[in-house]
């Protein structure tokens, strides 16, 4: 068998068996394959598709390519979500302390972000002296003290899918599904947790731009979390506008503590739906009482004294907490303005992409990430607003024009709106 068969197949819209799908990704990792191959083997699957065996078959394999996790000797639950990426979505800062002060384990490997999306470990960072890059035995040892532990994946964890993602990113071969749903869950089988919840993004800001493709997707994902053993949940969401009223790392990481403060809104909303159903999943208990856990560990400040228990123990410097002037805004400010009155409607992909103009993100890997750099909603979709009200401030260290254009593209003052929901639809099974 040669690689040149398994793309020529694949070309031809035949079903790929085990044996061409593990030969396929030990030659990726191996570097037998060139990126050429790579990158024709990929284009070749977003024309043609893969079955749903195909796809499961490539992300055992794919999730087999390197080191796995080591499961932390700790008694009880491991827990996982994982956010297909947005813009404002703050939520694992939000729910890891919620979950961990409930007795739930988190032990979660989290991305840096790259284009418009945020990541979560540049977030983190937001805590100065905070560390991402825990070796295996100290993520081991936080998550048997403190519960929660965040940190980055190793180069060794999964390089199949570190190899493809980098050639599909610029091969214009990221929006295929079965691609998508093998990458992901490749990362997610090869750490160790008991339930997986997938936050499956829809509309501007996302990779998924119709609810159906996000279902769809949603699907194929639970489906192979189920069928490799592990408890998996998913949730449809919107992502037209931004989560959160704030993009920028120090501004996300600000309003996450607020949420942990009581703060209520979408990002506050959608972290206690998937705490829900992430306790209903591990504990039998009926959605009301675990909705009333994940309230109680925010009135109460269980939570918030959790979060400052993870970044103290990742090294960071937990009285930012409560002194935000530790999590700086960029000294100018331009506020951006409604041209005339109505109903307001937010995109979420070019403020996204504002907050990568003004330094706040990554164009490449290995890009360094202003986290002082800031957008702040003033309104949200469903607001009504008079001509001149603040729509939206930019916080900047460099006068950007194109980001202050990006700003006012992304509002528009309609005179009629269909509402959207904000979770679409909540998937179990692969039915
Ligand atoms: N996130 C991933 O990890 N992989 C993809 O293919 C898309 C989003």
């Given at each position: ?329 960029a000294p100018n400010r331009t506020v951006i ?17 504002a907050?990568?103009e003004l330094g ?10 202003d986290?002082?750099v ?19 401030e930019i916080y900047y260290q460099r006068e950007n024009e194109e980001a202050c254009a990006l700003v ?24």
């Amino acid at each position: 068998m040669t690689v040149y068969d398994v793309i020529e197949a694949k070309k031809c819209g035949k079903e790929l068996t085990e044996a061409q799908i593990n030969f396929f990704v030990r030659a990726v990792t191996d570097g037998t394959a060139s990126d050429a191959q790579i990158a024709a083997f990929c284009m070749a699957t977003l024309l043609k598709d893969m079955t749903q065996k195909e796809c499961f078959l490539l992300t055992m394999a794919m999730a087999d390519s390197g080191e796995k996790c080591v499961r932390p000797r700790s008694e009880g639950v491991f827990a996982d979500k994982h956010s297909t990426g947005g813009v404002s979505d703050s939520t694992t800062l939000v729910i890891v302390p919620i979950l961990a002060s409930l007795g739930i384990r988190c032990a979660k490997y989290s991305g840096r972000g790259l284009g418009h999306t945020g990541g979560t470990l540049d977030k983190l960072e937001s805590f100065p002296g905070f560390r991402v890059d825990l070796s295996p035995e100290e993520f081991e040892s936080q998550v048997e003290r403190v519960g929660a532990a965040v940190s980055g994946q190793t180069k060794n964890t999964v390089p199949a899918d570190r190899r493809m993602y980098a050639v599909r990113d610029v091969t214009a071969t990221i929006d295929s599904i079965p691609l998508i749903a093998s990458s992901v869950m490749s990362k997610k089988l090869a750490s160790f947790a008991d339930i997986i919840l997938l936050d499956v993004k829809y509309g501007d800001g996302a990779f998924m731009q119709t609810p159906q493709k996000a279902e769809q997707l949603a699907k194929w994902m639970v489906h192979i979390g189920n069928r490799a053993g592990r408890k998996t949940i998913a949730a449809v969401t919107d992502m037209e506008q931004p989560l959160g009223d704030s993009i920028g790392c120090n501004a996300e990481v600000r309003e996450a503590i607020d949420v942990l403060k009581g703060k209520k809104n979408d990002l506050a909303e959608l972290s206690l739906f998937h705490c829900q159903k992430i306790l209903c999943a591990a504990r039998g208990t009926t959605e009301e009482e675990a909705k009333a856990l994940a309230e109680e560990a925010i009135r109460s400040g269980a939570a918030l004294e959790k979060l400052a228990e993870m970044v103290y123990a990742q090294g960071g410097d937990a009285r930012a907490i409560q002194d935000d002037s530790l999590l700086p805004l960029a000294p100018n400010r331009t506020v951006i303005r409604a041209e005339k009155s109505g109903t307001v409607r937010v995109f979420a992909r070019p403020l996204g992409k504002a907050c990568l103009e003004l330094g706040g993100g990554r164009m490449k890997e290995g890009d360094s990430v202003d986290h002082t750099v800031a957008i702040l909603l003033k309104k949200r979709t469903g607001d009504k607003v008079q001509k001149g009200d603040a729509l939206a401030e930019i916080y900047y260290q460099r006068e950007n024009e194109e980001a202050c254009a990006l700003v006012k593209q992304a509002f528009s003052i309609v005179d009629k709106l269909t509402a959207r929901p904000l979770v679409y639809k909540f998937i179990e099974e692969d039915r």
